[in-house]
């Protein structure tokens, strides 16, 4: 059963700083892989899908990584602003069920001015 | 614009009430999906949708129940609620291809229910 890990759970940070989020996951056939955003209260915002044929994504200051084969992703974020606060989910379409995506249960951040 | 529409944002009702959960889209999108969300867990797929008249379970069983009679809507009801149905319900869709993949998902507002 495939299972989806995010470290850390909380991450807090001063502006300006640039950062990692990390996410494994135990079943490394998948067919995507993708990275929200979730404020308090509020819905997902989609960041950046990679499907399993790519190495990474990019869109603007945000950059991720997959690596199927050890089962990790990464999400960088450059120049770190308090607007980036939020709670970022990692996902994973799962190949097992239709392309379906597994949740990982997400790493806070909280950007300090 | 096109989008994804939930209502009610919000919903505290009595045990016993029968509810409806509406869900909306503007994409075009066939595949549709209702995540549960507890306060500080993960996401988990409660039910599925392939497009009309296709509805399929989740992950996590649920008592709910959902219908897709027209590719933009696909509401989800319980028919009597209970306090243990407290949670966070989001609707989402994607694409999909036949025999191949489910494409990026995107996500509505969410629907806050409270039973008392």
């Known amino acids: 059963k495939q299972e989806v890990t995010q470290i850390p759970a909380a991450l807090s940070v001063p502006e300006g700083e640039n950062l990692v989020l990390n996410c494994s996951f135990t079943d490394s056939a998948i067919y995507n892989l993708q990275w929200f955003r979730q404020d308090p209260g509020k819905g997902l915002t989609s960041l950046l899908l990679?499907?399993?044929?790519?190495r990474e994504q990019t869109s603007g200051r945000l950059n991720a990584s997959l690596d199927k084969s050890s089962g990790r992703s990464t999400l960088y974020i450059a120049a770190s602003q308090p607007g980036d606060s939020a709670t970022y989910l990692c996902a994973v379409g799962n190949g097992g069920s239709q392309g379906n995506l597994i949740f990982g249960k997400g790493t806070k951040l909280s950007v300090k001015p | 614009e096109a989008d994804i529409y939930q209502t009610p944002r919000y919903l505290v009702i009595g045990t016993g009430k029968k509810i409806t959960l509406e869900c909306s889209q503007t994409m075009g999108h066939d595949k549709m999906y209702w995540y549960q969300q507890d306060p500080g867990m993960e996401l988990h797929l409660i039910h599925y949708s392939y497009g009309v008249n296709s509805t399929e379970k989740g992950d996590l069983s649920s008592e709910s129940t959902v219908s897709r009679i027209r590719t933009e809507h696909f509401p989800l009801t319980l028919e009597s609620a209970r306090p243990s149905h407290t949670s966070q319900y989001l609707c989402a869709s994607s694409e999909y291809i036949t025999g191949v993949l489910s494409g990026e998902q995107y996500f509505g507002p969410g629907t806050r229910l409270t039973v008392t």
């Open positions: 990679i499907q399993s044929s790519q």
